[in-house]
């Protein structure tokens, strides 16, 4: 069994990271789930490694996103020069 903890949001990422966090059960940030160690699992908690905190190996909270979807500004709230 690997016991795993979600310790950063998914506002913002993709759907398909998002869907990841559901599928490995989490539904609440700071949740530890027991899950079992597959193939299929192991490749789920890499594939959301920065989000994911995996027991027995370091994790470091991400200094930039690098998953982010990126938004463009408004151009009506900064055409008024502010």
């Excluded at 016991?3 to 398909?16: H, L, N, Q, R, V």
């Excluded at 938004?71 to 009506?76: C, P, W």
Aim: proline share 6%; no cysteine.
């Amino acid at each position: 069994m690997i016991t795993a903890t979600w310790k950063k949001s998914a506002i913002g990422y993709s759907e398909d990271m998002k869907a990841t966090i559901v599928s490995l059960g989490f539904r609440k940030l700071n949740q530890t789930r027991e899950l079992p160690d597959t193939d299929a699992v192991r490749g789920m908690l890499r594939k959301v490694d920065f989000m994911v905190a995996v027991e027995g190996q370091p994790w470091k909270p991400p200094k930039r996103a690098r998953y982010k979807i990126p938004r463009t500004r408004s151009a009506k709230k900064h055409s008024r020069g502010r």
